[in-house]
């Protein structure tokens, strides 16, 4: 008996013509193997390419902004001398020239008539911490005479020296501080004058045009501000738009046209929707310029498209049965949408929602031209008094000069990033928590 051959075997044995047929298609389906193995390896390529740029830009934000989160302050007495007060005009006196002698003194420093020493020290201390004196003698003016201990921090120079910004190996003229003023701060820190802690400034005080005083508070509670004004215009417009759209209005070339100019609209550049905002919300109502309210109206329409877009997509993947059964058991077109459909759609809807303001906080175009580039250096108590949000006050940081922004602004970028990560966050919690497959 023969050997029985392999069926690949037999058949180019049998056949020259079947045998170059099956090589040939051995072929085709290696390069169809290797064609996906290659298209597997672009993905991969691609995502770690991403990820790369990702981990160099937060490398990059985190390694220049992490040292704002941390600050140096200094703690000396002071003797107010009644002779340098004027009580009819105690703003006039000079409170930080006070506090650099006192820190003179402390270091062991003689008489300093002409304000020479006095005024180097001057340079290495906040002039918030004359601020602070001079309301504290405002408010009880029983401190003159008497010796005090002031606090507050350093001068941003100094507070990049501590941090290791300046080094003594930089030439001198190359660094803002000089090398006695180098040698002071060392002697300032030998004596426990100088602390380092937590920077609650950061958090807890308004934009200055000192860098080491400036803080987010403004701007954030701005932004909150303004996110809830465009909450509660796009949100519930958009929502009954797409239910509109989707459930009630006729299919018709006008619903089409709407339909697609609301596409178009997602798309298009958000300065245009701030020329919009002077053009109509600013020159037209007049509302105030630079104020939450204008700012939350001009967003409310940049956010609105995607919430009316992600609204419909959530509606159509309700199931029609849903609806069947509604009428079924008499339930009128309204009844269904608000008592069934929009229930089961919810998750899509507040999910397409948060990410919609989500985008719009991060926007900086549109609040520029309505003015909220402003300097504000007071916290907004309300939607119509002048504010700023988190991304113009990086834009106003960015565009300082003093080198002490630089981190602040680092800072700005990293709280933003947090604030943007936390409702992206909620909205893939609330979709995972109450989303139904169908």
Same mark, same amino acid.
């Given at each position: @008996?023969?050997?029985?051959?392999?069926?690949?075997a037999g058949? &180019?044995?049998?056949?020259?013509?079947?045998?170059?047929?099956?090589?040939?298609?051995?072929?085709?389906?290696?390069?169809?193997?290797?064609?996906?193995?290659?298209?597997?390896?672009?993905?991969?390529l691609?995502?770690?390419?991403?990820l790369?740029?990702?981990a160099?830009?937060?490398?990059?934000?985190?390694?220049?902004?992490?040292?704002?989160?941390?600050?140096?302050?200094?703690?000396?007495?002071v003797?107010?001398d009644?002779?340098?007060?004027?009580?009819?005009?105690? #703003?006039g006196?000079n409170?930080?020239?006070?506090?650099?002698?006192?820190v003179?003194? &402390?270091l062991g420093?003689?008489?300093?008539? #002409?304000g020479?020493a006095?005024?180097?020290?001057?340079?290495?201390?906040?002039?918030?911490?004359?601020?602070?004196?001079?309301?504290?003698v &405002?408010?009880?003016p029983?401190?003159?005479?008497?010796?005090?201990?002031?606090?507050?921090?350093?001068?941003?120079?100094?507070?990049?020296?501590?941090?290791?910004?300046?080094?003594?190996e930089?030439?001198?003229?190359?660094?803002?501080?000089?090398?006695?003023?180098?040698?002071?701060?060392?002697?300032?820190?030998?004596?426990?004058l100088?602390?380092?802690?937590?920077?609650t400034?950061?958090?807890?005080?308004?934009?200055?045009?000192? $860098? #080491?005083i400036?803080?987010?508070?403004?701007?954030?509670?701005?932004?909150?501000?303004?996110?809830?004004?465009?909450a509660?215009?796009?949100?519930?417009?958009?929502?009954l738009?797409?239910?509109?759209?989707?459930?009630?209005?006729?299919?018709?070339?006008?619903?089409?046209?709407?339909e697609?100019?609301?596409?178009?609209?997602?798309?298009?550049?958000?300065?245009?929707?701030?020329?919009?905002?002077?053009?109509?919300? %600013?020159?037209?109502?007049?509302?105030?310029?630079?104020?939450?309210l204008?700012?939350?109206?001009?967003l409310?329409?940049?956010?609105?498209?995607?919430?009316?877009?992600?609204?419909?997509?959530?509606?159509?993947?309700?199931? $029609?049965?849903?609806?069947?059964?509604?009428?079924?058991?008499?339930?009128?077109?309204?009844?269904?949408?608000?008592?069934?459909?929009?229930?089961?759609? @919810?998750?899509?809807?507040?999910?397409?929602a948060?990410?919609?303001l989500?985008?719009?906080?991060?926007?900086?175009?549109?609040?520029?031209?309505?003015? @909220?580039?402003a300097?504000?250096?007071?916290?907004?108590?309300?939607?119509?008094d002048a504010?700023?949000?988190?991304?113009?006050?990086?834009?106003l940081?960015?565009?300082?000069?003093?080198?002490?922004?630089?981190?602040?602004?680092?800072?700005?970028?990293l709280?933003? %990033?947090l604030?943007?990560?936390?409702?992206?966050?909620?909205?893939?919690t609330?979709?995972?928590?109450?989303?139904?497959?169908?």
């Open positions: @008996m023969t050997e029985a051959l392999p069926p690949l058949l &180019r044995a049998a056949s020259p013509a079947a045998s170059a047929v099956q090589v040939a298609a051995e072929r085709r389906l290696k390069r169809r193997y290797a064609a996906e193995q290659r298209f597997k390896w672009y993905g991969r691609a995502i770690i390419l991403a790369s740029f990702l160099v830009l937060l490398t990059r934000i985190v390694g220049q902004g992490y040292t704002a989160f941390w600050t140096h302050s200094v703690t000396t007495q003797r107010i009644p002779a340098r007060v004027d009580r009819s005009y105690i #703003e006196t409170f930080d020239q006070m506090i650099a002698e006192a003179l003194v &402390r420093g003689r008489d300093d008539p #002409e020479l006095s005024g180097q020290i001057r340079r290495l201390l906040s002039p918030d911490l004359g601020l602070n004196l001079l309301v504290r &405002r408010e009880d029983s401190l003159i005479g008497r010796t005090v201990t002031v606090g507050g921090a350093v001068s941003d120079e100094a507070d990049f020296y501590f941090k290791g910004g300046i080094t003594r930089q030439p001198e003229g190359d660094r803002p501080l000089s090398n006695q003023q180098l040698d002071t701060l060392d002697r300032l820190q030998a004596e426990g100088v602390r380092s802690g937590f920077n400034t950061l958090f807890t005080r308004t934009d200055s045009t000192q $860098p #080491e400036a803080g987010l508070l403004g701007a954030v509670i701005g932004s909150a501000l303004t996110i809830l004004v465009a509660l215009l796009a949100v519930p417009v958009g929502v738009a797409a239910l509109y759209l989707e459930e009630f209005s006729p299919r018709n070339r006008l619903t089409q046209f709407i697609v100019n609301i596409n178009n609209l997602a798309a298009v550049p958000s300065i245009v929707y701030g020329l919009l905002g002077v053009a109509v919300i %600013l020159n037209t109502f007049g509302l105030p310029r630079a104020s939450p204008a700012g939350g109206m001009v409310s329409l940049m956010a609105m498209p995607t919430v009316i877009i992600a609204t419909r997509s959530a509606l159509k993947a309700v199931p $029609p049965s849903i609806r069947e059964a509604a009428f079924g058991v008499g339930a009128s077109r309204t009844q269904t949408v608000f008592h069934h459909v929009l229930p089961l759609a @919810m998750p899509g809807v507040m999910t397409g948060i990410l919609a989500a985008k719009a906080l991060g926007e900086t175009a549109p609040l520029l031209l309505i003015g @909220m580039v300097f504000t250096p007071s916290i907004p108590s309300g939607p119509t504010a700023t949000v988190l991304p113009v006050q990086i834009f940081w960015n565009n300082a000069s003093e080198r002490g922004f630089e981190e602040r602004t680092a800072a700005a970028i709280v933003l %990033l604030f943007m990560i936390c409702m992206n966050a909620l909205a893939i609330l979709r995972r928590r109450f989303e139904r497959r169908w």
